[in-house]
Structures are given as C-alpha cells and as structure tokens.
C-alpha cells in the first residue's frame, strides 16, 4: 500500500499505526472504562465522533487559523464537540452518562483527537482527514473493544452483560479494579510486539 | 484534621494515576529518568494548585452566577490553557533556571488530563474552596510520587533482560499494573 493513497490513510488507523498499541496516546479514557464491554464501547464511539467532526471542521478551516494561535483553535472546537456529545448522551443514555463520569469530558485532552489534529487534518484535504480520523476512530475502537472484552469476560464473566462463562467459574476482581486495567494493556501491547516481530522477520 | 484525611487520600488513596487513571500519558512518557520525573512532577503539581483555585472561582463566581454551566468544559480548557501559558511567561521571566529545567514539561501540561480531571471532579463534588486546594495540591503530589517510583524502577530496569516483545511501553504497564496493586493496599486507610 501506497502512503497518501486513500485506502492507506483509512487502514493505517487499524493496525500500522494504532493509536493505542503503537502511539500509546489516549491511554487515560482507555484505561479506566473498560472495565465493561458497553462502557468501552461508548467510550470509543464518543471519542471517535469528536475525532472524526474536528477533523473534519479544521481540515476545512486549515487555511484560515493562524498557526500561532492553532492549538487554542483546536481545543476550542474540540471541546465544543465534547459539550455536544455530552449533553447527547445525558440526555438519551443517562446511565452510560453516568458511569462515564467525568471521563466523556475528559475526551477534549484526549491526545488521539489532538495529535491527528495538528499532526494530519491542519496539513491535508479534508477528505483525507476525514478517513485519517474515521481510520484512527477504529483503530482505537477496536483496542477498546478487546481490552474490555478481555475484562468483563474474567471480571465478571460476562459479555455485554451476558453470561459467558460456566457456573464454576470465580470472577476475577482485580480485573475490574485498577491493576487489571494495566496488566492487560501491558499484555495486549505484548502480544502486539510478537506479531510485530514476526513480520519483520518474515520479510 | 477532615482535610488532612483529604489531603492523604489523594496522595495515597485515590492517587490520581494509579486508582483514577488521571495523566496516564505523561506517566509513561517521562519516566525514563528521576530527575525528569521531578521536574515533571514539580510542574505539574504547581499547575494543579492554581488551576484548583482558578478553577473553583470561575465555576462559582461566573458559570453558576450566570447560568452558563453548559460551557463548562469549553472555559475549563481555556483557564487552564491560558493559566499554563502565564505560568510560562512568569516562570521566565522570574528565574531562568527553573525554566529550563522545566523546559518542554510546561506546554505539555495543558494536555495532561489529569489537570482538566482535577477542575472537573472539584465541580463534580461540590468542594469548597479549601477542599479544592487540598485536592489539588494532594493529587500533584501523588502524581510527583507515582512518577518518582516509576522512573526509579525503570532506571534499574535497563540492565534487566526482558522478553523482546515487552520492552519499552508493555513492560512499563505491567510495572505500573504492581504498582497500583500496591497502592490499592492503602485502600481501607481512608473510608
């Protein structure tokens, strides 16, 4: 894959350049709501809306913010997004709101969105930032999505509230508690380095 | 004496990168070394100090006053971005040693979560002015505290042999994982 390709924007996000396995930004939301699927899973939809929107508003408004004063233009419409969401969620998804706690408002520093915005959308087309972002969006939402798999389903033996494992099985508290939220990031980034380190020796 | 407990608790307790995951990414970033850590550590807890107050002001005397509370998070941000830009300026000016050994930790700090973490559970809960303060000065000197160790352990961890997948950032994890176990061990310190 060609870089500056459209295919390659979009698929870079996933796997090359994950936000969370690779460029280890936005570990703060990652580590402290995946202690349940549904909460991790609305994490990173929340996050990948506001990415995937400031993107989109400042690729096309690239030309125009001076660049002295672009890191206050960002968090500006960063956090305007984040509001929207906010009052989104409170108002339709109140006790997903609620367990997120200051976490959803939290996403404005969020370095993900912050990073891709001075690193890619104040510099490229829109439609290239607006696939750089979506790509970055799925790329986090899918590390999320097996952290808190990983999670729930040896915290409380469950998975998205149902129950997966068999009867006998003892839930394991500490995944569900700080310490878990850490070994299993350090796990997965682990397992990342090993298929990492077969490719390169493959080729 | 209620405000000391407070004052432990974030420190010890609820330390704001171990139990609330608040600044993890500095916390990871600039652990290599113990002197930079303190630097980091020293910054931050500054910040965090005026930001609790600066903070608190603003939510009580201009947002509740005026019915603006849905702006909350778009002036938060901009306090503390503008409070971390004069700190610069100040710091500057009034000893040029301290700013470089500051140096890039100043602008870094206005994306640390954990500052922006700070005002926003201050007006979660409803603080007064001084149990704000406490709290922030507590949770800057629990973030100081958690970094210190880490760079301590990670400056050792340099001669250890580690599996080649989990150098750098996994085996960083896993310590940190430990680390908030041993924390976690405080817990029933404070009810």
Redesign the interface.
């Known amino acids: 894959m060609k870089k500056g390709t459209p295919v390659y924007e979009f698929s870079k996000g996933i796997w090359k350049d994950n936000p969370i396995l690779v460029q280890?930004?936005?570990?703060?939301?990652t580590?402290?709501v995946t202690s349940t699927v549904i909460n991790g899973v609305a994490m990173a939809l929340a996050a990948s809306f506001v990415l995937i929107m400031s993107s989109l508003i400042i690729s096309s408004l690239r030309k125009i913010i001076p660049s002295s004063v672009r890191?206050?233009s960002f968090?500006?419409i960063i956090?305007?997004f984040?509001?929207l969401v906010?009052?989104f969620l409170k108002a339709y998804f109140y006790d997903i709101s609620k367990s997120l706690?200051?976490f959803i408002?939290?996403i404005?520093?969020?370095?993900i969105i912050?990073g891709r915005q001075e690193a890619f959308a104040s510099k490229n087309t829109v439609k290239m930032s607006v696939l750089d972002a979506f790509g970055m969006g799925a790329g986090f939402f899918l590390s999320l999505l097996v952290l808190s798999s990983v999670r729930e389903i040896f915290g409380f033996g469950t998975w998205f509230g149902i129950q997966v494992m068999p009867d006998f099985f003892k839930p394991w508290t500490?995944m569900i508690?700080?310490?878990?939220?850490?070994?299993t990031?350090?796990?997965m980034?682990?397992?990342?380095?090993?298929f990492?380190?077969k490719k390169s020796k493959g080729v | 004496m209620e405000l000391i407990l407070l004052f432990i608790s974030f420190v010890i307790v609820n330390n704001f990168v171990l139990s609330q995951f608040l600044g993890v990414c500095p916390f990871l970033g600039v652990s290599k070394k113990i002197d930079a850590a303190f630097s980091m550590g020293l910054a931050v807890t500054f910040v965090m100090s005026i930001t609790a107050v600066a903070s608190w002001a603003v939510n009580n005397f201009v947002l509740k006053r005026f019915g603006l509370e849905i702006l909350e998070y778009v002036v938060f941000i901009l306090v503390i971005a503008s409070l971390v830009q004069l700190v610069e300026m100040f710091v500057k000016k009034v000893s040029p040693p301290l700013y470089r050994a500051l140096g890039i930790y100043l602008p870094l700090i206005t994306t640390n979560c954990a500052i922006l973490g700070l005002a926003l559970l201050i007006s979660l809960k409803e603080y007064n002015f001084l149990q704000g303060l406490v709290m922030g000065i507590g949770g800057g000197i629990g973030f100081t505290l958690a970094l210190v160790l880490m760079a301590g352990i990670r400056e050792e961890l340099e001669a250890a042999d580690i599996p080649e997948p989990m150098k750098g950032a996994g085996i960083t994890l896993i310590i940190a994982g430990i680390m908030a176990l041993g924390f976690s061990g405080f817990a029933g310190l404070i009810k």
Not at chain 1, 177 to 183: I, Q
Not at chain 1, 189 to 194: A, D, E, F, N, T
């Open positions: 280890l930004l936005g570990m703060c939301p580590l402290a890191i206050a968090i500006v956090a305007t984040v509001t906010d009052s706690g200051p408002p939290l404005i520093v969020n370095c912050l500490i508690m700080a310490p878990g939220a850490f070994f990031l350090g796990i980034l682990g397992v990342y380095g090993i990492k380190m």
